[in-house]
């Protein structure tokens, strides 16, 4: 080889070095800037010590201040109260929130922690994917630390139950629970909402008469099957119904459950729904907001989504944010009502607690603790938390006379709740978010795929297939 | 003679040496980007994971996904969807590449319009569909409600339950969201292909079609005997492509039908969405990735032997 081949190879290899050095550098960790060697004392007053970030995700945008936007009620209570948590810990901590999509947050926490990504220091929960944090250990046990704090006696003990994994371990810190309601045009139903299953068709008969429905919900197997969940679980659970038998199985194959099938069947065959409750993407909303549809069990934040609205009477509410469902309970065009139950049976829906959980890696554990303990010790700040947060009632007992929850919608809640016996639709289930679509998948062959399809068949092959699983 | 021999003998294993050292960053680069993701998806297949961790259980995966209903619905949905989109894709896209290669006036125009559907992300295309067949407030919904076009009761592509099948319990005939799922598929991949096919189609020598007709060759004939083997590599250039997105692509489906109504539109890659970031079932979703892989290599394979492409374009 001659010289210049040589030299021409030798600047090759290094220059393919230097290459790689930059790439590897480039996937380390920031170096720390060496301290810089002492020169003189200094002259100027130390400054003060920066404050520490306290990582967030929730599915609010504090920077999103559209008030047409979906979430503009918690993006508010996001914005002020960041500004309140970083001047009562002015100099110690500094609350950085990035926005996350409601129904991806979980998966995208579980696949941070396992590849060691970054994590926030609280992350926005939903009690029924606390089995699915546990079995990917994705959530620190917070049980030790929270029974320890003064706030922990004034705590609704079935919220922190829902907060509670297979294992016993606590993954949340409930600060809302969030009863499933019946949002009703109080003008349809001059009788009031039908009490019984057998009164709720007599009026499904006469307002089909009168061209409208009695009732949309949440018919479709869109969203991951989260319908099994909603307005499902508010008939099954009203007909006595259940998802498991207690010790971590499915049970489908139930009378009651095979009763409230046969009642959502009959709305479908006989067109006391309409089409549009099976279309999913939240479109089955459309028929109430219009009033086309008498009413809508959903959850009691609802109120934020359920908008513009037009009264049978045609009264509109068009601001196109949550205060026109408030205008509109506020003027007792909509009101707030238990679900029907078949005679001797206590209406029911779903019951949900969320709150806040600290998962593994989270590198300020300090500072949640610290916003943890600032919700729950200022009942003020927990009520606003519950009200705006999450828009459902209080968990912390001090915060549920707060003035906030002497309005229309919130005295009617707590109506619903004392009239019904709501509950979690996920019992003893530990794969939630696979049992939801199991159970929508079948109860949506058998109310709308085909109606003839032999119901407990179908609702064993479901519990069959859910149990096979492991 | 002896420093003669050295300097040859390190000259010869440099010369060896050269071209390795000119692909390492390639190849580096493929490693990172390709492989790695590639064997940790099949590391990942056969793991599950407990609040301790990572624990291998073999198979289970493979064998947990197999017995489920929707593996073997989805199975059916997939073959249905690709052969739909594909065979409607080629067919649409030669005829609008054969029309746009008679020099139309403003086929210009036309071109620039046509590539519209190709520059919009499938998700958003998907959505835009689902809103004009909403029941009861879409754009198109009181159109096809209507049972004077579509007894008894109208259509509602949405929600219309699908047929009886026909074999089994292979899903033909598709339900009706499936076949707008393939139209939505369609009118977005048309863009690409027609282009690829005109692109193809105007390296064919007008002499050669000219002699044809003069021979008596019908326009029918001309297609069959002289433009399609002429343009077959490109019409498998396309084939591939359509394999590749009809077997992979997710975005439509997620935001046209998200699988429904039901189970009806539940293909393969939807499934593995599901799996992995709705049921979060990590280790289920990269099984199902890895079968799905190796569908897609049967289905190239398969093409390739049939088609001999290789050896046509060799």
């Known amino acids: 080889m001659n010289a210049h081949g040589k030299s021409g190879l030798m600047w090759l290899a290094v220059s393919l070095m230097i290459v790689l050095a930059l790439v590897l550098s480039a996937c380390a960790p920031a170096a720390t800037p060496a301290p810089s060697q002492p020169t003189q004392a200094p002259a100027q007053p130390t400054p003060a010590p920066e404050a520490k970030v306290f990582a967030t995700w929730y599915q609010f945008d504090q920077e999103n201040t559209d008030p047409a936007s979906d979430e503009a009620v918690g993006n508010a209570w996001l914005r002020e109260n960041m500004a309140k948590f970083n001047e009562a810990f002015a100099g110690k901590y500094k609350w950085v929130n990035t926005p996350k999509a409601w129904d991806k947050m979980d998966a995208e926490l579980i696949a941070a922690v396992q590849a060691g990504g970054e994590v926030p220091d609280i992350i926005q929960i939903t009690d029924f994917k606390i089995p699915m944090h546990a079995k990917n250990g994705s959530l620190q046990d917070l049980r030790a630390w929270a029974e320890a704090q003064p706030w922990y006696a004034g705590m609704d003990p079935q919220a922190l139950k829902t907060c509670t994994g297979p294992d016993g371990g606590l993954y949340c810190i409930p600060f809302a629970e969030i009863p499933y309601v019946v949002f009703v045009w109080a003008d349809l139903f001059p009788n009031d909402y039908p009490k019984t299953i057998d009164q709720f068709l007599t009026e499904a008969e006469r307002l089909k008469g009168e061209g409208r429905y009695i009732m949309t919900y949440f018919g479709s197997t869109d969203k991951g099957g989260s319908g099994a969940t909603r307005g499902v679980w508010t008939v099954i659970s009203s007909f006595g119904g259940t998802y498991d038998d207690g010790k971590g199985n499915m049970l489908l194959n139930t009378p009651e459950n095979i009763a409230a099938i046969e009642f959502l069947r009959t709305l479908t065959v006989k067109g006391y729904v309409p089409e549009v409750t099976f279309a999913g993407g939240f479109q089955e909303e459309e028929a109430f907001k219009d009033s086309s549809a008498a009413s809508i069990p959903t959850a009691l934040f609802g109120y934020r989504y359920l908008r513009p609205l037009t009264a049978p009477d045609g009264t509109k509410y068009e601001t196109m944010t949550e205060q026109d469902m408030l205008k509109a309970i506020e003027d007792g065009k909509v009101v707030l009502r238990p679900f029907a139950a078949p005679e001797g049976k206590k209406p029911s829906g779903g019951l949900s607690a969320r709150g806040v959980g600290i998962p593994k890696g989270a590198k300020n554990r300090e500072a949640a603790e610290a916003f943890i303990n600032w919700v729950l010790t200022h009942s003020d700040i927990a009520a606003d938390y519950a009200l705006r947060g999450e828009s459902g009632l209080p968990v912390l007992f001090a915060a549920y006379d707060q003035p906030q929850f002497q309005g229309k919608l919130h005295q009617q809640a707590k109506a619903v709740v004392q009239a019904s016996a709501l509950r979690s639709w996920r019992g003893s289930l530990e794969r939630t978010a696979e049992a939801q679509m199991i159970i929508m998948n079948a109860v949506y062959k058998l109310v709308k795929e085909d109606v003839t399809a032999d119901i407990p068949t179908v609702l064993k092959q479901a519990e069959d297939e859910y149990n096979a699983g492991k | ?314």
């Open chain 2, 1 to 314: 003679m002896i420093k003669g021999l050295t300097i040859r003998r390190k000259q010869s294993r440099t010369d060896q040496s050269l071209p390795i050292l000119l692909l390492l960053p390639a190849l580096i680069v493929l490693l990172v980007v390709q492989f790695f993701p590639a064997f940790y998806t099949i590391w990942l297949s056969l793991q599950e994971r407990f609040p301790t961790g990572w624990q291998f259980v073999g198979l289970d995966n493979y064998r947990l996904l197999v017995n489920t209903s929707l593996f073997k619905e989805s199975i059916g949905h997939t073959i249905v969807f690709l052969v739909g989109y594909i065979v409607l894709t080629l067919s649409l896209g030669f005829v609008l590449a054969s029309i746009l290669n008679t020099r139309l006036r403003l086929s210009g125009f036309y071109l620039a319009l046509l590539f519209i559907p190709w520059t919009l992300a499938d998700i958003l295309v998907g959505m835009v569909f689902r809103l004009l067949v909403y029941p009861d407030y879409g754009i198109l919904s009181g159109i096809l409600g209507n049972p004077a076009l579509f007894p008894p009761k109208g259509l509602s592509v949405l929600t219309a339950a699908r047929p009886a099948p026909l074999f089994g319990s292979f899903p033909f005939p598709p339900a009706p969201a499936m076949v707008y799922l393939i139209l939505a598929s369609s009118w977005r991949a048309l863009p690409f292909i027609t282009l690829l096919l005109l692109a193809s189609l105007q390296t064919i020598s007008q002499e050669i079609i000219e002699s044809a007709r003069i021979d008596g060759a019908n326009t029918w004939g001309i297609a069959r005997h002289i433009t399609i083997p002429l343009i077959f590599p490109t019409l498998v250039v396309a084939l591939f492509n359509l394999i590749l997105t009809g077997v992979n692509s997710v975005g439509m489906v997620f935001s046209l039908t998200a699988g429904g109504p039901g189970t009806a539109t539940f293909v393969m890659s939807y499934l593995l969405y599901n799996l992995g970031w709705e049921r979060l079932r990590f280790g289920q979703a990269a099984a199902l990735a890895v079968m799905m892989a190796l569908v897609n290599w049967a289905l190239i394979g398969g093409t390739m032997r049939v088609t001999r492409v290789d050896e046509r374009t060799a």
